[in-house]
């Protein structure tokens, strides 16, 4: 059996992963779910001072506090920020980093450079109190090309009601890697693009996509919108299961 660190992306927190993680506990799998500082029950914790390192020191600390070994550490998408960080500083601890319609982020980057212009400039215009992020309307959402394929209107408003105003220095903080991660098994969950286009940015070499091509790596379609975990959360669980059990190379 596996143990999942299950990190969820912007605006949400663990309540997210309550229909992917049932049925892996269900399973027999460990499951831990996170919800990151200034976010869901923790957002009394937010402020200014919230950012990358924040997050990245909430997983180590969790891994450290639960004494987690041979981890399953997943991230959805903007989780990918603080994932990356955790899995550069304690890669002895984690067996896999799989990242559910995300990618890794590099050294130096942000969250926020890896926006389109336009829509970084909309992001930051709607920021509140300096350093509070809130949910955008679904409209656009779907306008930057953010699928929302597969969400019904119940589905849509708990995720509306629930989210929280995500701390923005943590999307415009740049995440410091030292490398410790770079060997670690990794797979990807597409779900908003087709495999096949992804293998073609892998094989043109897109920056964002080129590390994919990797002999550490493992790909898998989950064919849904951007929120698998809302959208297809028994096919998510599975899909995890299945590359938790991966051996090891």
């Not at 029950?41 to 506090?65: F, K, N, Y």
Request: with cysteine; proline share 8%; hydrophobic share 45%.
């Amino acid at each position: 059996m596996s143990t999942f660190v299950l990190v969820p992306g912007l605006w949400l927190g663990a309540w997210a992963w309550d229909e992917v993680a049932g049925p892996l506990r269900a399973a027999g799998h460990t499951v831990h779910a996170v919800s990151l500082t200034g976010l869901a029950e923790r957002s009394g914790e937010a402020g200014p001072e919230v950012g990358v390192e924040r997050h990245v020191t909430d997983l180590t600390d969790l891994m450290t506090r639960e004494d987690l070994w041979d981890v399953v550490l997943v991230a959805h998408s903007g989780a990918a920020v603080p994932v990356t960080g955790a899995a550069d500083r304690m890669p002895e601890r984690i067996r896999r980093v799989v990242y559910v319609d995300s990618g890794p982020i590099p050294d130096g980057a942000a969250l926020a450079d890896l926006w389109e212009p336009g829509y970084r400039a909309q992001m930051e215009a709607s920021v509140v109190d300096g350093h509070r992020l809130p949910l955008p309307s679904f409209e656009d959402f779907v306008a930057a090309g953010t699928s929302i394929d597969g969400m019904d209107e119940a589905a849509l408003a708990r995720f509306r009601e629930r989210a929280t105003a995500h701390p923005f220095a943590a999307v415009t903080e740049p995440l410091r890697l030292t490398g410790g991660g770079e060997t670690l098994p990794k797979a990807l969950v597409s779900c908003s693009f087709p495999l096949e286009q992804v293998r073609a940015m892998i094989a043109a070499g897109h920056p964002y996509f080129a590390a994919l091509g990797g002999p550490e790596w493992e790909l898998r379609e989950l064919a849904t919108g951007h929120w698998p975990m809302f959208s297809r959360p028994a096919d998510t669980a599975a899909v995890l299961a299945e590359i938790g059990e991966l051996p090891q190379r």
